[in-house]
């Protein structure tokens, strides 16, 4: 692949996770109003665990599926795509909940954010 092809492949993408992050936000949020991250709180509830360890949980279960795809299983309920799809909008969500102070990182990671200059990086 052509690195002209790439690019309109990620804008391809991004577009989709775009549509399916507002579908899931509207489903997910409930009564919440805006919260975003109003699903994850509540799983996060009923398991003990942070909003952040249950969106990595939802992350884990996609990654999971990807990884049983590659090695060679293919009656899966949804397409890969699907799941390619799902696994970035949930990384996507972990950055907005990083960026956001939602999460309290440890102070060793402190460092590592200066050293990748993630405070001040543009999106």
């Known amino acids: 692949m052509k690195q002209d092809t790439m690019l309109k492949t ?22 919440e109003g805006t ?3 109003a699903n994850f709180k509540r799983a996060g509830m009923f398991a003990d665990i942070s909003k952040e360890k249950a969106a990595l949980v939802y992350l884990v279960k996609h990654i999971d599926g990807i990884s049983a795809h590659i ?6 309920r949804e397409p890969v795509f699907t799941r390619y799809i799902d696994a970035i909008c949930y990384l996507c969500l972990l950055w907005a909940m990083e960026e956001s102070s939602e999460i309290k990182l440890p102070s060793k990671n402190t460092e590592q ?5 993630l405070n001040q990086m543009e999106i």
């Open 10 to 31: 990620i804008d391809k993408i991004f577009k989709k996770v775009k549509e399916i992050h507002l579908q899931g936000s509207k489903e997910y949020a409930r009564g």
């Open 35 to 37: 919260d975003i991250f």
């Open 71 to 76: 090695n060679g299983h293919k009656s899966q």
């Open 113 to 117: 954010r200066k050293e990748l200059n």
